[in-house]
């Protein structure tokens, strides 16, 4: 019963994108211009904007990113991790060598299989976050830091008698003078 029902949904599935494409051309036969019928309009793909997104929206996706590609590898480590403490447990017992690809061995029960996902994800989750954490400081810092700085900025001498020295001579790279109003200079 269950191959007849699967077969009919396929069945089913195969016509209706079947009688979607053949709408989807129909369709574009109308959009052609009266004027020209032979050219057909295209509409190219434009990429995605600077400010197409708020930044809240990047920072979850990049969250997102960082969380589920981080699972298979906390995955793997956790799994190493339980394997190695139920190794020590055990007094380092050759029957619980630890061997996560082993398919028949049957190592972990379901409820040990339960706590190595749940540990994974908790700590795939942790460095998604720790790194949001660490982009926003970083971006609130860099925006605090150039929004101190307002409008354009003078720089006038303390008092008239300084020495002002001429500015370095790039071409020449034996001249021996100093960029500023440095009396003295450490080399």
């Known amino acids: 019963m ?8 396929l069945i089913l599935n195969l016509y209706l994108s ?4 053949s709408t989807d051309s129909s369709s574009d036969s ?21 400010d197409e997104f708020p930044q809240w929206l990047k920072d979850v996706r ?7 590609g981080s699972w298979p590898f906390t995955t793997l480590l956790v799994t190493l991790g339980y394997s ?14 630890p061997n996560p690809f082993s398919k028949s061995d049957g190592a972990f029960d379901s409820e040990q299989i339960g706590t190595i996902i749940l540990t994974s994800s908790l700590v795939s989750c942790a460095i998604a976050i720790t790194d949001l954490t660490v982009n926003l400081i970083k971006r609130h810092s860099k925006h605090k830091n150039n ?6 900025v003078t720089v006038t001498a303390s008092s008239s008698d300084e020495k ?10 034996n001249s021996s003078c100093l960029i500023g109003n440095m009396e003295s200079a450490v080399f």
């Open 30 to 50: 109308l959009n052609k211009s009266v004027d020209k019928p032979n050219s057909m309009t295209v509409d190219e793909a434009v990429p995605y904007g600077k």
């Open 164 to 173: 002002i020295f001429a500015p370095f001579d790039f071409q020449n790279r």
């Open 2 to 9: 269950k191959k007849i029902i699967s077969v009919l949904f």
């Open 18 to 21: 079947l009688s979607a494409a």
């Open 84 to 97: 190695f403490q139920n190794y020590a447990a055990h007094d380092f017992s050759s029957s619980y060598f």
């Open 147 to 152: 929004s101190e700085i307002d409008g354009n």
């Open 62 to 68: 990049r969250t997102e990113i960082i969380a589920l």
